[in-house]
């Protein structure tokens, strides 16, 4: 069974996700932008291994506390090959142009669209969903999609980011998450869930 938790955290309100098998207690850490050390914290109370920290895309809101979660945890660091430049650049993550530019460990594995990551029972597929950004990509599994800065309550991510393109993000929307069910509940990287039914309906920005 899947479990999940969420957490908004630092200036932009980003969403950290915390999911996790309840059989096996093994957990996955989803862009840890900020108060990682009670995050860290719950999952201990809830006795989970963290096992994977992965990163939706490499924007600094969104990798900023990478670090701290990997010393804490040794878990495996996870992003698309097309992001991992923004992880030890602060001008590609756009730190640079804030008062703290943020670095982050290199990762210990790229993940590529059609890719599976195993949490105990659970099965994730990788979808590389560009727009936002190069590497942007959601986790789906049935009845769900953790979708990053690419799909919002009706919203999208900004394109208008270096790396970014309106035409890729409409693209990425319409040919991989508006052809999940409309029930898919959406866990976005900011602000409330939704579902795809939702957002293909009513989204302003990309109708279905």
């Given at each position: 069974?899947?479990?999940?938790?969420?957490?908004?955290?630092g200036?932009?309100?980003?969403?950290?996700?915390?999911?996790?098998c309840?059989?096996?207690?093994?957990a996955?850490?989803?862009?840890?932008?900020?108060?990682?050390e009670?995050i860290?914290?719950?999952?201990?109370?809830?006795?989970?291994?963290?096992r994977y920290i992965?990163?939706?895309?490499?924007?600094?809101?969104h990798i900023?506390?990478n670090?701290?979660?990997?010393?804490k945890?040794?878990?495996e660091?996870l992003?698309h090959?097309d992001?991992?430049?923004?992880?030890?650049?602060s001008?590609?993550?756009?730190?640079l142009?804030f008062?703290?530019?943020?670095?982050?460990?290199?990762?210990?594995?790229?993940?590529?669209?059609?890719?599976?990551?195993?949490?105990g029972?659970l099965?994730?597929?990788?979808?590389?969903?560009?727009?936002?950004s190069?590497g942007?990509?959601c986790?789906?599994r049935?009845?769900?999609?953790?979708a990053?800065?690419?799909?919002?309550?009706?919203?999208?991510?900004r394109?208008?980011?270096?790396?970014?393109?309106?035409?890729?993000?409409?693209r990425?929307?319409?040919?991989?998450?508006y052809?999940?069910?409309?029930?898919?509940?959406?866990?976005s990287?900011h602000?409330?869930q939704?579902?795809i039914?939702?957002?293909?309906?009513e989204n302003?920005?990309?109708w279905?």
């Open positions: 069974m899947l479990k999940i938790e969420s957490w908004a955290v200036p932009f309100e980003v969403n950290v996700y915390l999911v996790w309840t059989e096996s207690l093994q996955l850490l989803i862009d840890p932008g900020g108060e990682t009670r860290l914290d719950f999952a201990r109370q809830e006795s989970l291994t963290i992965l990163n939706t895309h490499g924007h600094a809101d900023a506390e670090a701290v979660a990997k010393g945890t040794g878990a660091l992003i090959e992001d991992h430049p923004m992880l030890t650049h001008e590609h993550n756009l730190s142009y008062e703290a530019p943020v670095t982050s460990p290199n990762a210990d594995r790229f993940l590529r669209d059609g890719d599976t990551l195993t949490l029972s099965t994730f597929s990788i979808v590389h969903t560009p727009g936002h190069p942007s990509i986790l789906v049935d009845g769900l999609v953790i990053g800065d690419t799909l919002f309550y009706r919203g999208i991510g394109t208008d980011l270096p790396g970014g393109s309106m035409e890729t993000l409409e990425s929307i319409r040919e991989k998450l052809i999940l069910p409309d029930e898919t509940v959406v866990y990287g602000g409330p939704t579902t039914g939702e957002e293909r309906r302003p920005f990309v279905g």
